[in-house]
């Protein structure tokens, strides 16, 4: 039996919003079991947002929730830190509308969550278990899970620009291969492209200190990975499928995708509700459905 976990106790941290510019404080504090990953904004009087993909009103450059007038922005990295530590619980409070982007990564996230520590709780964890294919497509742009029997992410990427051309990766979401491989992996965008976002409020706070940044022939930055431009991209999937609520086991294969595919997939298996099932402990033996996921890897790469 695997069971829900909580923070052993409150952290908190300040930074500036990337793209608002603003500055703001996050505190996570423990949650009682079933409570869920619940924003909260102290300066709009304690409004509440769950972390659930009904409320998902933003998917330009970062994927933001709403309720009524609150809304939050910014929320994939602290959620990708979050689900891949196992932290099912957890009240995060804000004091402005964004969360900080910190260094542009999730590893300042996941190192709040080791230094306040993880608390088992007495109720039993349930996961979504992927039984049949969930795929969504738009123009050549593809995301999809498919059943397996742990929860791993294969992501590519094609972008126009020299270095970005082809890259891709898989990774077995665990919580220490995702503290050392993916939670490092800083937010990139194009050197041509500040401008244009600025002009429409977006990236006032980003920084060669918060974000990769990629002028005609390379990074104006010196890279943490090779590949960190694809390694970033899981760590965004991961935090936007977080949006269904549960952990997952199954396979997310993605070509080409962005905050929009992400969070559009994380709906649509809300939607198809005979795709999967909430089981109380991850399979131990390999899926029958295994060959088809094989097969899924070869058509993203
Ligand atoms: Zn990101």
Sequence with gaps: MDFQRTLRRSI?????????????TLTLKPAPADHGIRFVRADLGGVEIPANVAHVTGIQYATALARGSASVETVEHLLAALVSLGVDNVVVELNHREVPI???????????????????????RSYLRVRRPIVV??????????????????????????????QARTVEITGDGFAEDIAPARTFGFLKEVEMLRQRGLALGGSLDNAVVLGETGPLNSLRFDDEFVRHKILDAVGDLALVGHPVIGHLVVHRGGHGLHT??????????????????????????????GSAVSVAS
Aim: charged letters at 20%.
């Design 137 to 166: 497509e738009h123009t050549d742009k593809r995301i999809a899970l498919y059943p397996a029997d742990t929860y791993r992410v294969s992501y590519t990427i094609n972008f126009d620009h020299p270095l970005l051309k082809h």
């Design 12 to 24: 908190s941290c300040a930074g500036i919003g990337l793209h608002s510019g603003n500055k703001v």
């Design 102 to 124: 910190m260094d542009g990564s999730a590893a300042p996230f996941v190192y709040l969550v080791q230094e306040a520590g993880i608390r088992r709780l007495p109720v039993p």
């Design 264 to 293: 559009a997939l994380a709906a649509r298996v809300l939607a198809e509700r005979d795709a999967w099932e909430l089981v109380q402990q991850p399979a131990l033996a390999p899926a029958p459905s295994l060959a088809a996921a």
